[in-house]
């Protein structure tokens, strides 16, 4: 705005703006000359304002939207053995499907298991199929508070060197040595979404969220494979931090260096 031609010989004490008003130095040093305050009127914020302060453009601090994604939140789980899986419901037992979840050939199982740690317990935790060669307990950081055990974040697999738990099934319990994890942040996608992104198997990115408690999630590890659906995967306390549901969507956003890789 032109500060001058609109208030010619006559600047009062204190100017009203509407916030995202452009001033240039100009007229802020001839504010500061003549001693006026200049007063930014925040309005009051919607959705629909947040989404466009999160989803367009260049920045300027080097990072660069290369696409969407959509989120899904995932609960605390448990993924088995076989040997555990007959050790909790017996001998020769089956899992059973309940239903297809989004990443290929992977299903939610009917069954549900107790943890038990040395300050609490949790019951109803579902069980993940199919059977894998380790089991693999998966809880968010306030689960960790609850049972009494400190978990790190980990990478689905990676499990040396992490806490074990309590499990407890209709047939019989198993006392978990090691191989409880927070799971790191992750996005699922196909070779296809790596290239179109410019991203390759284990780089990280930084995932942005709209909204009332619009979040950077940075750190988000990225995971190519064939059998993929384009998916980011948060736990519950990630998601509730940013107040998110599942199909809900981000952006995605590298730093230049990585965006020319
Ligand atoms: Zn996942």
Same mark, same amino acid.
């Given at each position: ?11 009062? @004490? ?84 309940? @239903? ?55 990478? @689905? ?101 990585? @965006?020319?890789?």
């Amino acid at each position: 705005m032109d500060l001058r031609s609109m208030y010619r010989g006559k600047l009062p @004490s204190q100017i009203t703006v509407k916030s995202g008003t452009l001033i240039t130095p100009s007229a802020r040093q001839y504010l500061q000359e003549t001693g006026t305050t200049l007063v930014v009127q925040q309005e009051a914020k919607d959705e629909t304002q947040f989404k466009d302060r999160v989803v367009t453009g260049n920045e300027p601090n080097g990072f660069r939207q290369v696409g969407k994604i959509k989120l899904a939140v995932s609960g605390r789980h448990v993924h088995l053995s076989k040997k555990d899986v007959e050790a909790l419901f017996g001998k020769g037992y089956e899992l059973t499907k309940r @239903s297809e979840l989004s990443q290929f050939g992977q299903y939610s199982a009917e069954e549900t298991v107790v943890l038990a740690g040395p300050k609490g317990i949790i019951i109803g935790v579902r069980v993940l199929g199919p059977e894998r060669s380790q089991t693999q307990v998966e809880i968010s950081r306030t689960d960790g508070y609850r049972l009494g055990i400190n978990p790190p974040e980990r990478d @689905s697999g990676d499990l040396s060197v992490t806490p074990g738990i309590t499990l407890i099934g209709p047939r019989g319990s198993v006392d978990l040595e090691e191989g409880v994890i927070i799971p790191l942040r992750h996005i699922h996608m196909t070779p296809e979404d790596a290239r179109r992104m410019g991203l390759k198997d284990r780089d990280k990115v930084q995932v942005r969220v709209s909204g009332p408690r619009s979040l950077v999630f940075d750190e988000v590890l990225v995971r190519v494979n064939e059998d993929y659906n384009l998916e980011m995967h948060i736990d519950t306390d990630e998601a509730n931090a940013a107040s998110l549901q599942t199909g809900m969507e981000g952006t995605i956003w590298v730093t230049e260096e990585k @965006s020319h890789g």
